[in-house]
């Protein structure tokens, strides 16, 4: 499956942003699919991921109640609806994808073998 992620920029603190990953090749639904942020300096981390179920969903503690995972199957996509950002979740995000992702790797890099290439997300004070 190839990975394509856009919608990025810059925003103000307390603005939202809408990121989408659009899929080709493969049935997105039949991965697990999860976003991950890499800001400068720092290591690639989690945060937030979806099984196959749209019910079962993930979310680091740092974006939980703030940002929402979900996935559009017809237009075979992947959404991450960011609300109220902070300057504090800058960073290039990539989505990524995998059909053997155990639970307890949902949360992992190295859960995922397909990754997009990576937007911007920049958040002022």
């Known amino acids: 499956v190839q990975l394509q992620a856009f919608g990025g920029g810059l925003v103000q603190a307390g603005d939202s942003l809408s990121l989408s990953c659009a899929a080709s090749?493969?049935?997105?639904?039949?991965?697990?699919v999860a976003w991950f942020r890499q800001a400068p300096g720092k290591e690639r981390e989690f945060v937030a991921g979806?099984?196959?179920?749209?019910?079962?969903?993930y979310y680091a503690d740092s974006v939980k109640g703030r940002f929402t995972i979900s996935r559009d199957t017809a237009k075979n996509t992947v959404y991450l609806q960011m609300n109220s950002l902070k300057p504090e979740d800058t960073a290039v995000y990539y989505c990524?994808?995998?059909?053997?992702?155990?639970?307890?790797?949902?949360?992992?890099?190295?859960?995922?073998?397909?990754w997009g290439q990576g937007t911007l997300v920049t958040v002022s004070s």
């Open positions: 990524a994808a995998d059909m053997s992702t155990t639970l307890s790797a949902v949360c992992d890099i190295r859960g995922y073998n397909y």
């Open positions: 090749g493969r049935t997105l639904s039949n991965y697990v």
């Open positions: 979806l099984r196959r179920s749209q019910s079962n969903t």
